[in-house]
Structures are given as C-alpha cells and as structure tokens.
C-alpha cells in the first residue's frame, strides 16, 4: 500500500503564495505519475496538475503559469508551489499517486485546505 500526506495548506490573500508537499510512503516502488487534484464546495474534484516519474508535467488551464508541480524521486515526494493565488483556487487539495502492477492502482491523500481571500 501507498500512504500519501499533505501539507503547507492554509489561509493566503488574492496574489499571495503557498507551497504544498505530499510525501508518499509504504510500498512506493513502482509509483509512475503523482499529481495534484483539489475540490471546491459544491463542485467536482478537479485535476490540477501532474508529473511523471521522468518529468513530463500537465496543467489545468485555471493554473498554467501560476503552478508549478516538481518531484523528489529519492525523497517519495512531490511539491505544488503556488503563485498568484486566486479566490477561485479556494479548495481542499488532494495528493494523488498512480502505479501500474498490470492493473492502475490509485492512491489518495487525506486534503489539505488552501483558502484565498480577497
């Protein structure tokens, strides 16, 4: 099993910043692709961003040159730093891990909450 937490939430102002960890831990070898997904009320869980193990990085429109995804392979762990935060990335963000053992298995952090006033 892949155990997956967050950290670095919290309470930023409109065009502040915060960076976001998650380190993965447990049975990791194998874990390909690691990501970002959040979650506003009343709304779907979104994908954010993600990363391969060799680097190759996605991003949602909404944060295409405001988020930058990065990954620590010899630390298990990936980074979401955040720029120019806006009221709409209001969210609890969840770390999210992929490995393929002939079938995907996916593994989900606890969230952990941002909130950008204005």
């Known amino acids: 099993q892949v155990q997956l937490v967050e950290s670095g939430g919290g309470l930023v102002q409109a065009g502040g910043s915060l960076r976001l960890s998650c380190a993965a831990s447990g049975s990791i070898s194998g874990i390909g692709s690691m990501g970002w997904y959040r979650q506003a009320p009343g709304k779907q869980r979104e994908l954010v961003t993600t990363i391969t193990s060799v680097g190759t990085t996605n991003y949602a429109d909404s944060v295409k040159g405001r988020f930058t995804i990065s990954r620590d392979n010899a630390k298990n762990t990936v980074y979401l730093q955040m720029n120019s935060l806006k009221p709409e990335d209001t969210a609890v963000y969840y770390c999210?891990?992929?490995?393929?053992?002939?079938?995907?298995?996916?593994?989900w952090g606890q969230g952990t909450q941002v909130t950008v006033s204005s």
């Open positions: 999210n891990a992929r490995k393929w053992l002939h079938e995907l298995h996916e593994y």
